[in-house]
């Protein structure tokens, strides 16, 4: 018996690599989504999750449940500020460029619906792997940004992550902004 042992344990060890957890998401289907500010299409499997904020509207967070991951969005009625907004957006994404390994930024324009803004996907082990902002240009401006409730760690969360990048990308064709403009347009569109 002890001749087996030593000679059944033969060669060098290898080690494995570290593996991750496999991270099914659900088929990509989309429900409409509104509120007082603008309405989209957002995935169907999240929930909007309203921030109230004294003076503040249409704030609030979507929600990716069991993924950990929410994007936030803040509303802003523009006040002659457009370019301060601009450049807020951009330096909350200058903020990441020392962890950042790659930004790449992907300008907005969907001129029927007067949608027009810039994507920012953020690599590397960053806090928010995605930034963005979306305005009309005259009163509205929504800003969001995605967050997970864990280490930040791009090679185990890149499912999820390029998964809320596709969902934004989706959501940002579809919105819709809902003031007196807007109202009228939503009018026409239901004719």
Known sequence: MCALLLTGCG??????????????????????????CFRAEVPSFTRFVPRAMEGQKCWGGLDYGPYRAQVHFTYRTIVGDLGQLIQDAHD????????????????????????????FDVEGNVASPLVFYLTDSTSNF???????????NADSLAPI???VRADMRHFARTLRWNDAAGAVEHAQDHR
């Open 161 to 163: 992550t390029d998964r």
């Open 11 to 36: 060669g060098e060890p290898i080690p494995k690599p570290r593996g991750y957890f496999r991270i099914d998401l659900p088929p990509k289907a989309y429900a409409p989504y509104s509120s007082e």
């Open 142 to 152: 929504l800003y969001g940004a995605l967050y997970f409730r864990t280490r930040p």
């Open 92 to 119: 909350f994404k200058s903020k990441h460029e020392s962890k950042a390994v790659r930004i790449r930024s992907e300008r907005i324009v969907n001129d029927s619906a007067k949608v027009y803004g810039t994507f």
